[in-house]
């Protein structure tokens, strides 16, 4: 306690002495700058200690406890005053009654040290001085600290809470809809738009093309665009038209080929199901986008589909369509893609809607719980914003800082 | 067996996956390195399973002469040579290599020709697609017009405002859609993992059986 | 058959070679439209104007792969050219394992042509894997990440390369990069070293990056074609970059023009459409 | 010469695709062919040198024959056999009697990035975008950006029919869509006409040496 105060005491007065030096060389003229060294007069004043020193247990993603995170405060000398500070040194110890050794050095105006592979659990006492490259400043002390395994990602509260809030809505209303409350969902106008695709196709007796994207099946529209596919197979089903499914994955084309054999079967129709119309092309995006722009000028769907992840490719794809004069209706979440098919298909489905209509269609009470869950998200999602906004405005800036994790 | 195994594989899966990333154990970090690289190793083994089916479909035109089969064998030549000069020449991936020249002069260039193709596509889809025939239409089109404008030197010629004009169109309105498009699909992405992983879209599985 | 119909049903192959002859036509005959130059390229300009001569080298790391070389080889010519006119020592090095022949390239073409030798005005360190570790351990010490050149001579061996040890002794580092090598030069040596970092990205990332500069992450920034063109007017040597904006102005102009000529045929034909409705009736 | 050579294939490969333009042509249909050929092969390489060689090869042979591992590092050997099997076990779908044991690997394949992508995705496009966009409305740019993000979410709201207060959201939300579109489709043409002039300056530059 009494080494704090003494330490505080120097600090303070060698700030202000500093700081008077400071005033007197700024009015004394200008040294020129190849003034010869021998007069610079030796240096025998160490900087003042740097402020407060904290010591905390560091939380990271692979966490073995092993690592200890420093904070201080810059010396009075650092920038300001003499700029008499080169560096920081950091010094750690098994025991409070030694400083123990210099760890790291750390240069002048940086306030922060990660120390790292040490023993997890044990205590450790810090201290960091300020250097000027020959004078050391009395230390600043912090209490000791252990490093800890943990089991939990404090920083990532945010998420965990806004998960467990979305989640619980998408559950009671999948809950709701099983129990069969009827949850109403707008019709989706893109929907429509797919049934008189197909429709032409077969007053006109040509088969109907859907790329269902060139996303891994692991991709969420990838998955989205198979429920739609069965949709569109059941229907060229019961007209018996020619359904052309060309991928660029080989699984999604396993998946597809299931896809389409069942939509066939349940409509009674085992027999008209051709397993050649359902390809793998190419792995590679742009072979894959020449492989389909080859099947519509040879085989001439009237009717193309482009429903999934789509990205450079999907202009290709719409042009060469709309040559061959195919009725287009395309669907994806990819944001950069969309403009492009707004503007070269007849009809499209936005970002979302590709998700909303593949829960629309399969009928199926529990995936619109989903579908419900979002919608009263976004309103959760607004009146977070707003919240935060007034807060911000008023200056208590923590609500929004809780949501800037990492 | 054939519907539960694969639904509770799935689960355990996906909830150690999204359970992981709150947890900084070393004991379940690690295990989550491990069980990223099967991901990883699943996805090389899917993309073999792709190139089988490449090479059944090309050998099926050939065995049934169809009529362009001279190109199905171009493409099992071309496969064959790679596959060859990849496995036979120990530095592959070194510059100067066949596999590496052959990636720079054959694949390299009929990619990006085909890429490239997009500038004649943009400018056919604008003299049919681009038709003020809706308000929003005309937005779209006189939006993509300043944009184009303010991105070349030609812009500044016209009128000093465009750059500025496009900086904000990029700013302003552009932002505030692109982030309400945003949350939507983010929304829509988790509602349908939670999905998956509880088993209740089983569109990944395929038929019924 | 009337004009707007005539218009509206027009080959579209009409337009794809008119869009074909407006990129050829300025390679053999440049406008020379006037490009103005904007602050962020004005800056990267000055950092490597700074740079003292024959002393610490600039480090140029040419982390771009094929698909990005139209907008981003023109920059690597505009800066070597640039660094070397002003007999600035450069060393060049690649994060993209599929960079090493094109950065080699480019190195190779601007030495020739501003008459440099190799080991005293630059040198070429090639390509390691591992991004960040590479950069967070160039910052210790360069020889241990890169012990020899791309050659086979040890660095200790090149005259220039004499005295150069790690971020201290480089006054500036430019990444070019179509993926986030930039990024990680910002990470991985701006913000534990200090090290002075500018960039030249492709102009579809180019709006991700102004943050980085006016939080003087980076020191200067190119973006895209135009980015390349801006520094070749600063280095009074017009190429690819400025033949580029002529193409590109051209292109746009064009397409802008095909959009109004699109909705005049569109609204001519179904203005006389409706006048012929209402004269039969 | 080795170069020239080179640098003739490329060209005459871009002219073949260029040729499409035109119109389909056997031309475009050799590069088409070939290039499905030729991505399948590199990919093929890659992906065995990159995944499988240190996942699942390296692992086993070289730990069974005593040596060092790598890949795993700390795992046991027998570790490295299981996305081995799994992704063996994906060929199944080629005997159709035993088909459905190819779910398996799929379930843990689809399951597990379903699980992995949850996280960041709340991250990424929610929580980051309530600090983004927790605009007080003292500008006129926060108030558009604003009623932009409000009118945009109400456009994508599935609830309820677009009629009254909701509608006239769902429609200036529309409205801020398509000129963010149109922004877009503006800056992405930028960056495809530069890779057309780069293949232009390929052909003439360096394979003519025109200019």
């Known amino acids: ?406 | 067996m054939r519907r539960q195994i694969p639904l509770a594989l799935c689960f355990i899966a996906g909830l150690f996956m999204a359970v992981q990333y709150f947890i900084p154990h070393p004991t379940v970090q690690d295990t989550y390195e491990i069980v990223l690289g099967w991901l990883q190793t699943l996805l090389a083994f899917a993309f073999l399973l792709g190139t089988v089916s490449l090479i059944r479909m090309h050998f099926h035109k050939i065995r049934n002469r169809a009529d362009d089969r001279a190109f199905s064998w171009v493409t099992l030549l071309g496969l064959v040579s790679m596959i060859g000069l990849g496995f036979l020449h120990p530095q592959h991936q070194l510059p100067g290599s066949p596999f590496n020249l052959m990636f720079l002069n054959v694949q390299v260039p009929i990619e990006a020709t085909m890429f490239s193709l997009l500038a004649f596509y943009i400018a056919s889809a604008a003299f049919r697609a681009f038709r003020a025939r809706t308000l929003e239409a005309t937005l779209l089109l006189v939006a993509a017009c300043i944009v184009m404008l303010g991105r070349v030197p030609i812009g500044d010629l016209i009128h000093e405002s465009i750059p500025a004009a496009t900086q904000w169109i990029l700013n302003v309105p552009n932002l505030a859609a692109k982030r309400g498009v945003m949350i939507g699909v983010g929304l829509g992405m988790m509602a349908t993992s939670l999905k998956i992983i509880l088993g209740i879209e089983r569109a990944w599985m395929g038929g019924s059986d | 058959m009337n004009v707007f119909e005539k218009m509206l049903s027009i080959d579209r192959r009409w337009i794809f070679l008119a869009i074909g002859i407006a990129v050829i036509v300025p390679f053999f005959f440049p406008l020379g439209l006037p490009v103005v130059v904007t602050p962020p390229v004005e800056s990267l300009y000055d950092a490597v104007d700074e740079i003292h001569p024959n002393d610490a080298p600039l480090l140029l790391s040419i982390d771009y792969a094929p698909a990005t070389l139209p907008e981003l080889e023109p920059m690597a010519m505009a800066i070597l050219r640039h660094a070397f006119e002003k007999d600035v020592n450069v060393v060049v090095m690649t994060l993209h394992p599929a960079g090493y022949g094109l950065a080699e390239r480019a190195m190779l073409d601007a030495a020739e042509e501003m008459g440099q030798e190799y080991g005293t005005d630059y040198c070429f360190l090639g390509f390691q894997p591992g991004t960040s570790a590479v950069i967070l351990g160039m910052g210790v010490n360069i020889a241990t990440v890169f012990p020899e050149d791309a050659y086979g001579t040890p660095l200790a061996e090149i005259p220039m390369m004499e005295g150069v040890r790690n971020y201290d002794d480089i006054p500036l580092v430019i990444s070019l990069a179509g993926w986030s090598a930039a990024e990680a030069w910002v990470y991985y040596a701006y913000q534990p070293f200090g090290q002075a970092v500018g960039a030249g990205v492709t102009a579809v990332m180019a709006t991700d990056f102004y943050p980085y500069l006016s939080s003087n992450q980076l020191v200067g920034l190119l973006g895209g074609m135009r980015g390349a063109a801006e520094y070749e007017m600063k280095i009074d040597n017009p190429d690819k970059g400025v033949q580029g904006m002529d193409s590109q102005s051209i292109i746009h102009i064009m397409i802008i023009i095909l959009i109004v000529a699109g909705n005049i045929a569109y609204f001519g034909a179904r203005r006389r459409k409706k006048l012929e409705e209402a004269e039969a009736a | 010469m080795g170069t020239i050579i080179w640098t003739t294939i490329g060209a005459i490969l871009t002219l073949s695709v260029y040729s499409f333009l035109y119109k389909d042509n056997p031309f475009y249909k050799f590069a088409e062919h070939l290039v499905v050929g030729i991505s399948a092969g590199y990919y093929l390489v890659i992906y065995y040198y990159n995944f499988i060689d240190p996942n699942v090869v390296t692992p086993v042979f070289q730990l069974r024959l005593g040596d060092q591992a790598i890949g795993f590092g700390s795992g046991a050997w027998w570790l490295a056999l299981i996305p081995g099997l799994l992704g063996l076990l994906l060929y199944t779908r080629f005997f159709p009697k035993v088909a459905w044991v190819a779910r398996w690997s799929l379930g843990i394949y689809v399951g597990g990035y379903a699980g992995l992508g949850l996280s960041p995705v709340m991250q990424a496009r929610v929580i980051e975008q309530i600090g983004a966009n927790a605009l007080p409305l003292t500008s006129v740019t926060n108030v558009l950006i604003v009623v932009g993000l409000l009118g945009t979410l109400a456009y994508f709201f599935f609830s309820m029919k677009h009629k009254g207060i909701l509608g006239v959201f769902a429609r200036t939300g529309i409205v801020f869509l398509m000129v963010g579109f149109g922004a877009s489709f503006g800056y992405t043409v930028m960056s495809r006409i530069s890779l057309l002039i780069g293949r232009v300056s390929f052909l003439l530059h360096d394979w003519l040496h025109l200019v």
Not at chain 1, 41 to 48: E, S
Not at chain 1, 184 to 211: D, H, K, Q, S
Not at chain 1, 319 to 348: H, R, W
Not at chain 1, 356 to 366: D, F, G, H, Q, V
């Open chain 1, 1 to 406: 306690m009494k080494r704090t105060w003494l330490t505080f005491l120097t600090a303070v007065l060698m700030t202000v002495l500093m700081t008077v030096a400071a005033v007197a060389q700024e009015a004394a003229p200008v040294v020129d700058a190849d003034t010869p060294l021998e007069d610079v007069p030796l240096d025998t004043v160490a900087p003042a200690a740097p402020g407060a020193l904290t010591a905390r247990d560091y939380l990271d993603s692979n966490d073995a406890g092993d690592k200890i995170e420093l904070d201080w405060e810059l010396s009075p000398d650092d920038g300001e005053g003499s700029c008499d500070v080169a560096a920081y040194h950091v010094w750690r110890s098994r025991s409070a009654s030694s400083p123990g050794e210099i760890v790291a050095e750390v240069s002048s105006g940086q306030t922060h040290y990660l120390d790292q592979d040490l023993e997890p659990g044990a205590e450790y006492f810090y201290s960091v001085t300020a250097f000027d490259g020959t004078n050391e400043s009395a230390p600043v002390v912090c209490a000791p600290v252990a490093g800890r395994v943990n089991l939990f990602q404090w920083s990532r509260i945010s998420i965990l809470a806004l998960m467990i809030v979305f989640f619980g809505l998408v559950l009671v209303f999948t809950k709701l809809a099983e129990r069969g409350d009827d949850l109403f969902v707008r019709r989706i106008p893109g929907l429509n738009a797919i049934e008189e695709a197909v429709g032409r196709a077969t007053e006109m007796g040509r088969p109907v093309l859907y790329v269902p994207g060139i996303g891994e099946i692991d991709n969420i529209m990838t998955i989205a665009s198979l429920t739609i596919l069965s949709h569109v197979a059941k229907i060229t089903a019961r007209y018996e038209t020619p359904l052309i499914v060309p991928t660029a994955r080989a699984v999604v084309m396993s998946a597809a080929e299931e896809v389409v054999k069942q939509a066939y079967t349940e409509v009674g129709q085992p027999d008209a199901y051709n397993p050649d119309n359902i390809r793998y092309l190419s792995d590679a995006q742009f072979a894959f986008a020449g492989a389909v722009n080859g099947i519509m000028l040879r085989e001439k769907p009237a009717a193309n589909l482009y429903m999934g992840a789509f990205w450079a490719e999907s202009l290709l794809l719409a042009e060469t369509g709309f040559e061959a004069g195919a009725i287009q209706v395309a669907g994806t979440a990819m944001v950069s893609q969309l403009p492009f098919f707004v503007t070269a298909c007849d009809f499209t489905l936005m970002g979302e809607e590709l998700y909303a209509a593949s829960a629309y269609l399969s009928r199926e009470p529990k995936l619109l719980g989903g579908l419900k869950g979002s919608d009263w998200m976004k309103v959760v999602t607004i009146a977070l914003m707003a919240l935060g906004a007034v807060l911000n405005f008023m200056g208590f800036e923590t609500f929004v800082n809780w949501f800037q994790t990492q």
